[in-house]
């Protein structure tokens, strides 16, 4: 079973960006589909995107225009570049790779938008 590992959260202020990643363990990351997805206190954990073994994504709206998901199978890693962050993307962030049965999320990574 693939193990998974996000950095690259931090604090930034309303307007800029960041990049998060996802590395992989394993051999078949090629095969997973990958997605990122954010828990903000109180509320479900949502999918913010995601991207298929065949490279094609998705976008949760509130997203759409801003974020970008990409993967690496050399590198067995999966990115979100967010730019023009807004207070409300402030969640902890999660990776997650799917082949069923297999579904699997990292540790997550705290992302704060604040002035």
């Known amino acids: 079973q693939v193990q998974l590992v996000e950095s690259g959260g931090g604090l930034v202020q309303p307007g800029g960006s960041l990049r998060l990643s996802c590395v992989a363990s394993?051999?078949?990351?090629?095969?997973?589909?990958m997605g990122w997805y954010r828990q903000a206190p109180g509320t479900q954990r949502e999918l913010v995107a995601s991207?298929?073994?065949?490279?094609?994504?998705n976008y949760a709206d509130s997203v759409k225009g801003r974020f970008t998901i990409s993967r690496d199978n050399a590198k067995n890693t999966v990115y979100l570049q967010m730019n023009s962050l807004k207070p409300e993307d402030t969640a902890v962030y999660y990776c997650?790779?799917?082949?069923?049965?297999?579904?699997?999320w990292g540790q997550g990574t705290q992302v704060t938008v604040s002035s």
């Open positions: 997650n790779a799917r082949r069923l049965p297999s579904n699997t």
């Open positions: 394993g051999n078949i990351f090629r095969l997973y589909a």
């Open positions: 991207i298929t073994s065949g490279g094609t994504t």
